[in-house]
């Protein structure tokens, strides 16, 4: 039965461009909205960007801008890469838009009204992290030396002291929420999430400080300034509105979409705010409550979050799957595919370049795009002959393989298990693969088998259809261009209907020629493609190589009886090796290659390397990035296991490596080791 489907994303804050974390939540929302539009329902996708507070107020000051000139300079920018991703949302929110800030003053009087007590005034003192606008207690924080540490960013927080705001009561409403969240088991998903937060409710609850009088960015409290102070509401309080703002708060959409439980897909570090703060903030106002709060992972790279904090980080979306009008890089379609096949919604995933190529090629090109190319090739040469003819009942396994296909696909998008509706679907592809296979159509050609011959072109035709529908919610691209090669393009994919049943309503089709759909990339393509990806700014070419010197020397323990065994050399020897000092950038495993590790390193002048170095037994990834290393900078160039390395990290030990090359952490790199 249809009902109305409406998924909004985290608002994003503006304080600098969007990276693929930001990307990963909107084409999450953006793969559930077209699912849901396939099944019928009235659907709408809602994003937009998180526009006040402190943490904008402070980007503002650094750039010397005012803070309304920073949030009009970068909030196109989230536009811009959704326009250029192919995003479906059906509005884009700013929270400095008029509708938005006129609801949240709306919201604020209501909950004055209706609970009167639910809103008072006291002083706060506590603990701030301006990076994620939150107050922390410090059992909450981490403590480094003598600073207090947020967990999330690993920066200090601030310290404010008896600052006098609005609180708002939110263990007036603690068992309330821990009911409705044992009532409704699909109202926190996944499953971990949903016990996280009873976790934290069935301690003790806080009341929460809802207004900041230290700075000015942010919508005035309605209530006006009781005690001489200008009060601003609390940027969480202001941000969480914009799902309701959006919609306004009668009409229309909000009757359709408000009423029927809209579904939040977030990052697991604002759960809270969505799953404790919102919900109590909606009750207070008497508001219906949200239907779904959904929780992803985060995606890392080198085991590190990917974050706007911390440069080396920070991949943009495009630049690894290039934009729509673009055909260079990896597509838009095979990022999508990956990140949401890679690893179930709600864990955390670690993007490690060379796993991307491997599915691009093993799933997207072998499997996908062969079984298109070898059917259609296949149909063309002969339905002169045996032109396709579907019975499904005929097709046996594959019939009962694609409806299994098409049964579990649609449960798991249903559950928000986008990894699970891949993987049903891939079974399909697999199927129909060993169809062919078995069923050697070329073979009943020879033997002039004709009626099996057209049954067989049917039901690989079948599959074709069914597989792009099948996959249209998460490759809307893909779906697109298969729709073309089908003969069946439709004009606009709200045309696109979720199958019902192998075959069933299949509309006549008029084939065309193969052509590659996700080109194969070799070796050489993915080694250009995972340097360019890690930030290899052409660096210069290393200078002619001279032949490797052997400086191996024991210093397992430093005493008097450690043995030199090389062989001496001259001084002049050892001035062609050009010794820096470098700084790790990125580091990931290289795959099936236990001892290796591909990094990039910075050599100075922004200038960055490749070098695949044999530490990953004695060093994990994130303990390397930011470290300074000692480079042989002017080794010859090799390529290791498909990537090219540019240099040689020097470390003690041989098969057991016990330490890399200390460096003093300020000495700048680039500096040249004599
Ligand atoms: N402005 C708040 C959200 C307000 S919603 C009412 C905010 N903004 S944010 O820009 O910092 O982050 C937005 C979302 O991006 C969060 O859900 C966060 O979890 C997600 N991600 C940021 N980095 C991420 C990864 N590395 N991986 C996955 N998602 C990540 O928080």
Avoid at 316 to 336: F, H, K, Y
Wanted: glycine fraction near 8%.
């Amino acid at each position: 039965m249809s009902r109305p489907f409406y998924i909004t994303t985290p608002i994003y804050y503006v304080n600098d461009k969007p990276h693929l974390g930001h990307a990963y939540a909107t084409m999450c929302a953006d793969t559930f909205a077209r699912f849901h539009r396939m099944i019928g329902d009235r659907t709408r996708f809602l994003t937009g960007t998180d526009e006040h507070g402190q943490k904008v107020e402070e980007a503002a000051k650094k750039r010397s801008l005012t803070p309304q000139q920073l949030v009009d300079d970068v909030a196109p920018h989230f536009s811009a890469m959704w326009d250029a991703l192919g995003i479906s949302n059906d509005d884009f929110v700013r929270t400095t838009e008029g509708r938005h800030k006129d609801v949240v003053r709306a919201l604020w009087k209501r909950i004055a009204e209706r609970n009167r007590d639910d809103l008072y005034l006291a002083s706060y003192s506590g603990w701030y992290c301006v990076a994620c606008e939150a107050f922390y207690t410090e059992s909450q924080l981490e403590k480094q030396g003598e600073q207090w540490v947020c967990t999330i960013h690993h920066r200090p927080v601030d310290w404010i002291a008896k600052e006098r705001s609005w609180f708002f009561r939110l263990s007036a409403y603690q068992q309330r929420l821990i009911d409705h969240i044992e009532a409704n088991p699909d109202f926190i998903r996944p499953d971990a999430y949903r016990k996280e937060v009873l976790g934290f409710l069935r301690g003790e609850v806080r009341d929460l400080s809802v207004s900041r009088t230290s700075f000015r960015w942010g919508i005035d409290v309605p209530e006006g300034d009781p005690d001489g102070d200008h009060h601003v509401i609390y940027v969480w309080m202001d941000a969480l509105v914009n799902y309701l703002s959006a919609l306004g708060m009668s009409g229309d959409l909000y009757e359709t979409f408000w009423k029927t439980g809209a579904v939040h897909l977030i990052g697991k570090d604002i759960l809270r705010f969505h799953a404790v703060y919102w919900p109590c903030f909606l009750m207070a106002a008497e508001l219906p409550l949200p239907r779904t709060i959904l929780c992803t992972g985060w995606w890392t790279i080198g085991g590190r979050k990917i974050s706007k904090s911390i440069p080396a980080t920070r991949v943009d979306p495009v630049q690894l799957a290039g934009d729509l009008n673009s055909d260079r890089a990896l597509g838009i379609d095979a990022l999508r595919y990956f990140l949401l096949r890679e690893t179930p919604l709600g864990n955390d995933g670690d993007l490690i370049y060379e796993n991307l190529i491997e599915r691009h090629n093993a799933d997207l090109a072998n499997d996908l795009g062969n079984l298109f190319n070898r059917s259609l090739t296949m149909i063309g040469k002969f339905a002169p002959v045996a032109p396709p003819a579907f019975d499904g009942a005929a097709a046996g396994a594959l019939a009962e393989v694609a409806n299994g296909a098409i049964a579990a696909a649609r449960a798991a998008w249903e559950a928000f298990q986008p990894s699970r509706a891949l993987e049903a679907t891939w079974k399909l592809v697999a199927e129909a693969n060993a169809f062919i296979d078995r069923t050697k159509p070329w073979a009943l050609a020879k033997e002039g088998k004709h009626a099996e011959l057209a049954q067989v072109l049917g039901a690989l035709q079948a599959s074709l259809w069914t597989l792009r529908l099948l996959v249209a919610p998460a490759m809307p691209a893909t779906a697109r261009a298969l729709g073309r090669v089908l003969g069946v393009d439709a004009s606009h994919d709200d045309d696109v209907r979720w199958p019902e049943a192998f075959g069933q309503g299949m509309p006549a089709m008029r084939l065309q020629a193969p052509s590659p759909l996700f080109p194969r990339i070799d070796e050489k393509r993915g080694v250009e493609l995972v340097n360019g990806w890690l930030g290899e700014a052409a660096a210069p070419p290393a200078p002619a190589p001279a032949p490797p010197t052997s400086t191996t020397t024991s210093t397992s323990t430093p005493t008097s009886t450690v043995t030199i065994a090389s062989a001496p050399i001259v001084f002049d020897d050892f001035g062609k090796i050009d010794l820096r000092v470098a700084q790790v950038v990125t580091a990931q495993a290289v795959p099936k290659a236990k001892k290796l590790l591909h990094l990039t390193v910075d050599v100075g002048e922004g200038r960055h390397r490749t070098v695949v170095a044999g530490i990953a037994e004695a060093y994990k990834p994130e303990q390397l990035v930011g470290r300074k290393v000692l480079l042989v900078a002017n080794l010859a160039p090799a390529t290791i296991r498909g990537i090219q390395s540019e240099g040689m990290i020097l470390a003690a030990g041989d098969d057991a490596i016990v330490g890399l090359g200390a460096v003093d952490p300020d000495v700048p790199v680039g500096t040249r080791v004599r």
